[in-house]
């Protein structure tokens, strides 16, 4: 990102300014990086994003660098990239995203359990799994991942009238 406002919002989070000898030690920087580690920066995948400077200062940032220059708002990482603050429009996604993964959870994996339950008197460990299982994949969108849950499972499946998410707890 290359800031050439001062009243820009990442003008704490700006990797240069957008001055040219900022910009020709962050790219000499870069060379270097390349140069020790052996990495190389894919010029088709990168992108120079340009907030608060002319049109002529922007053209030669790009003739400089061999960037493309990006355009705001963009997403990186599936996160919304942007010089305002962020809108509950574009928060809505979080919100879409989160709503489909708890129904995902809902759906198939306690649906699956609860087949089993018909035809099989489970043991409560194996319940206990059923439970870590789409806890982990609630949080982690994995199975096994040591990092703790950011909520606590009992309260993810208390009812939404009372804060939770309505997630099944099998072992109830």
Request: glycine share 6%.
């Amino acid at each position: 990102m290359l800031n050439g406002s001062s009243s820009s919002l990442f003008r704490d989070v700006n990797f240069t300014q957008g001055d040219f000898s900022s910009i020709t030690i962050m790219l000499g920087g870069l060379k270097l990086f390349s140069h020790t580690t052996s990495l190389h920066i894919s010029l088709e995948k990168s992108e120079i994003y340009c907030t608060g400077m002319t049109n002529s200062d922007v053209d030669r940032v790009k003739y400089l660098s061999s960037f493309r220059i990006g355009r705001l708002p963009s997403k990186y990482l599936g996160v919304p990239i942007q010089t305002n603050k962020l809108s509950t429009t574009v928060c809505d996604q979080l919100v879409e995203k989160t709503c489909s993964k708890i129904k995902l959870v809902n759906s198939v994996s306690l649906t699956i359990c609860n087949y089993w339950t018909q035809t099989f008197i489970l043991p409560r460990n194996a319940l206990g799994k059923v439970n870590a299982v789409c806890n982990h994949f609630l949080w982690h969108c994995s199975f096994g991942c040591s990092k703790p849950s950011y909520v606590k499972w009992e309260e993810v499946c208390s009812p939404k009238n009372a804060r939770g998410l309505g997630v099944r707890n099998v072992i109830l």
